[in-house]
């Protein structure tokens, strides 16, 4: 039976060409529900506070920090959305003057213009993120050099061999209205995937790569970004892939009720529950990954029914 075209963006494949009985299974979910879909390698967390959320968050950091070594280096992959997290993580590091200096951070993603991803002048640049609300701030005998610090804006091979060379134990992310991590959008509807999304095994292969981003994602972007001036915000991105996703330890995703809606919300912790992994809701791969971790702002969960406003 061939596959619906996507109500959103008919040349793309996304989540609105799944099967219409899992996408009504979702929707029902309430939130006890989220909590029974916990199984070995999947964990639902809920917080019942933003504080306790994004400390939770900020938390990861230093939890991962405190195990690397000069010997054997270790760190984080980081998003940018949400954010909160980040000038926490140096409040901590400051104020218990965690030494940090063998450590390791990876961001997840950078825009890319003309070919390029934008330099840390960029009003928008994720690194520039970084940098001002975390290590800018972190004391500068306590911090790691910046060769430490790992971008997808240069030497995105480098980049991949990196999280062969030190651990990666935790992969932060958010998750965006096309269901990503980081900009691991579903890709265009032609050529061999004219009438399937690619498989499973196939998406997975994907490392460290400039990828051209669904128009859910861009428009999100606007939305949360920049004030909604969809003009502004490029159409490409530098992402980390799958590939090295698989290299991290354990995948914690950040469900703060801002980026995703209710709906997605629960889909693909349905999916990932379940073991339902679909390309076209990329996030559904996670259900093969050995351990990952679904965070929930419990209030921010909300309802999936009509209700005028």
Same mark, same amino acid.
Request: net charge neutral; hydrophobic share 40%; charged share 25%.
């Given at each position: 039976m061939?596959?619906?075209?996507?109500?959103v963006?008919?040349?793309w494949?996304? /989540?609105?060409?799944?099967?219409?009985k899992?996408?009504?299974?979702a929707?029902?979910?309430k939130?006890k529900?989220l909590l029974?879909?916990?199984r070995?390698?999947?964990?639902?967390?809920?917080?019942?506070?933003?504080?306790d959320?994004?400390?939770?968050?900020a938390?990861e /950091?230093i939890?991962?920090?405190?195990?690397?070594?000069?010997?054997?280096?270790a760190?984080?992959?980081g998003?940018?959305?949400?954010?909160?997290?980040?000038?926490?993580?140096?409040r901590?590091v400051n104020?218990?003057e965690?030494?940090?200096?063998s450590?390791?951070?990876?961001?997840?993603?950078e825009?890319?213009?003309?070919?390029?991803?934008?330099p840390?002048s960029?009003?928008?640049?994720?690194?520039?993120?970084?940098?001002?609300?975390?290590?800018h701030?972190i004391?500068?005998?306590?911090?790691m050099?910046t060769a430490?610090?790992?971008?997808p804006?240069?030497?995105?091979?480098a980049?991949t061999?990196?999280?062969?060379?030190?651990r990666c134990?935790?992969?932060?992310?958010?998750?965006?209205?096309v269901?990503?991590?980081a900009?691991n959008d579903?890709p265009?509807?032609?050529?061999?995937y004219?009438?399937a999304?690619?498989?499973?095994q196939?998406?997975?292969?994907?490392?460290?790569?400039?990828t051209?981003?669904?128009p859910?994602t861009?428009?999100?972007?606007?939305?949360?970004?920049?004030?909604? /001036?969809?003009?502004g915000?490029p159409?490409?991105?530098?992402t980390?892939?799958?590939?090295e996703?698989?290299?991290?330890?354990?995948?914690?995703?950040?469900h703060?009720?801002m980026?995703?809606n209710p709906?997605?919300?629960?889909?693909?912790?349905l999916?990932?529950?379940k073991?339902?992994?679909?390309s076209s809701c990329?996030m559904?791969?996670?259900?093969?990954h050995?351990?990952?971790?679904?965070?929930?702002?419990?209030?921010?969960i909300g309802?999936?029914?009509?209700e005028?406003?």
């Amino acid at each position: 039976m061939a596959r619906p075209i996507s109500k959103v963006a008919p040349d793309w494949w996304d /989540y609105t060409t799944l099967d219409p009985k899992l996408l009504a299974d979702a929707a029902r979910l309430k939130e006890k529900d989220l909590l029974q879909l916990s199984r070995p390698g999947f964990k639902v967390v809920f917080y019942e506070t933003l504080e306790d959320f994004y400390l939770a968050e900020a938390l990861e /950091y230093i939890q991962a920090w405190r195990q690397s070594t000069p010997d054997n280096p270790a760190g984080i992959c980081g998003p940018i959305g949400p954010t909160e997290q980040l000038p926490l993580v140096a409040r901590i590091v400051n104020a218990l003057e965690l030494d940090v200096r063998s450590a390791h951070f990876w961001g997840m993603d950078e825009w890319v213009e003309e070919g390029k991803p934008v330099p840390v002048s960029h009003p928008l640049s994720f690194a520039k993120a970084d940098m001002d609300l975390c290590f800018h701030r972190i004391d500068k005998k306590l911090r790691m050099l910046t060769a430490q610090l790992h971008f997808p804006t240069g030497d995105l091979d480098a980049y991949t061999r990196s999280y062969d060379q030190v651990r990666c134990l935790v992969m932060q992310g958010g998750q965006g209205e096309v269901k990503h991590w980081a900009f691991n959008d579903p890709p265009r509807r032609i050529g061999k995937y004219k009438d399937a999304p690619p498989s499973p095994q196939e998406f997975r292969k994907l490392k460290a790569r400039v990828t051209d981003l669904h128009p859910m994602t861009v428009i999100q972007n606007a939305r949360t970004s920049g004030g909604g /001036y969809v003009a502004g915000v490029p159409t490409q991105a530098a992402t980390v892939g799958p590939l090295e996703t698989w290299k991290a330890e354990k995948v914690s995703i950040w469900h703060a009720g801002m980026h995703d809606n209710p709906f997605g919300q629960r889909l693909t912790a349905l999916m990932i529950s379940k073991k339902i992994p679909d390309s076209s809701c990329p996030m559904s791969l996670l259900a093969d990954h050995p351990n990952v971790q679904f965070n929930y702002y419990r209030p921010g969960i909300g309802k999936v029914e009509a209700e005028m406003h």
